[in-house]
Nanobody, 117 residues
Framework: QVQLVESGGGLVPAGESLKLSCGVS???????????MAWFRQPPGKQRELVAA???????NYHDFVKGRFTISRDNTRDRMYLQMNSLKPEDTAVYYC????????WGQGTQVSVSS
């Protein structure tokens, strides 16, 4: 059974940075290497939304609201994915989750990111 564990969230003032990590276990490295992965977030009282995606080959795509501020990356040797978040804004406040781009695996607990104004 695939397990997703997100970490790295916290409370920061606007303009600061955080780096989120996603650990994937319960699958072979060859499967993770080919998986198109993504970061999602769920702001308070709103639906979960896709933030950024990365293909197995490293191609990336970002939602307009994070372009130029967030960077998604992955380490296929460690079955891990990352989200570097710079110039954080209060509207980035949300619980952040990782999953495949089509949400194929069971959701983890997420990691809370709170940005104060």
């Amino acid at each position: 059974q695939v397990q997703l564990v997100e970490s790295g969230g916290g409370l920061v003032p606007a303009g600061e940075s955080l780096k989120l990590s996603c650990g994937v276990s319960g699958i072979s490295g060859s499967i993770f290497k080919k998986a198109n992965m993504a970061w999602f977030r769920q702001p308070p009282g709103k639906q979960r939304e896709l933030v950024a995606a990365i293909t197995g080959g490293g191609g990336t795509n970002y939602h307009d609201f994070v372009k130029g501020r967030f960077t998604i990356s992955r380490d296929n040797t460690r079955d891990r994915m990352y989200l570097q978040m710079n110039s954080l804004k209060p509207e980035d406040t949300a619980v952040y989750y990782c999953n495949t781009q089509n949400s194929a695996w069971a959701w983890g607990q997420g990691t809370q990111v709170s940005v104060s104004s």
